[in-house]
């Protein structure tokens, strides 16, 4: 049924589309690990024309709802582990690395970009993270210190997980959030 979405470039069904895709993804991977390859095969190839569309460059003209739709889909496809996907955010996020304010790599696209990264980190190569830690200690934008933080624990790695868990409960992260918090509800 889903793949009568394909052709679909409306943000609203596409966001629940992709919702439902990474559900399916998450269950299959869970019930039956040795279909999951086949899974996210099909998932990508459901998602994959509407990505194509809006591309990983914002566009002259385009609405509010396009950039929103191309973070959600690279994103997506990144999670699903869409190779092209995943390299393109690898190369955007070393760019963005020697120009923070390039254009190649905008705030709405950094978190599929973040996310990429952190599927290359392991015990033994945790570049991105460290990097990527660098990054949120040197940053002051709320927004963009929580897609990092959204970012960190997706690695494939258990260790590196429970090191970004860790990092999440410690003052510099869980002190901070909690001071947010208490200013928030004294405005």
């Known amino acids: 049924m889903l793949n009568a979405y394909r052709h679909e470039s409306d943000y609203t069904v596409l966001s629940h589309v992709t919702s439902v895709c990474l559900s399916v993804n998450k269950i299959s991977t869970d019930a039956n690990p040795d279909l999951s390859s086949d899974i996210k095969q099909l998932l990508i190839k459901l998602l994959l024309l509407a990505a194509k569309r809006v591309g990983w460059d914002p566009k002259d003209g385009e609405s509010h709802l396009d950039v929103m739709l191309r973070s959600l889909l690279l994103i997506a496809l990144v999670k699903l582990g869409h190779d092209e996907t995943i390299k393109e955010g690898i190369r955007r996020f070393h760019i963005f690395l020697e120009d923070r304010k390039t254009p190649l790599l905008p705030p709405d696209n950094r978190k599929a970009a973040y996310l990429a990264v952190m599927r290359t980190v392991s ?6 993270y460290d990097v990527l830690l660098k990054i949120y200690k040197e940053t002051s934008e709320a927004q963009e210190k929580s897609r990092i933080l959204g970012s ?3 690695c494939p790695d258990k260790d590196i997980v429970v090191q970004a868990l860790n990092l999440m409960l410690t003052d510099e992260v869980y002190g901070i959030k909690m001071h947010f918090m208490f200013l928030v509800v004294l405005a």
Do not use: A, C, K, P
């Open 152 to 154: 960190l624990s997706s």
């Open 123 to 128: 015990t033994s190569n945790r570049t991105g």
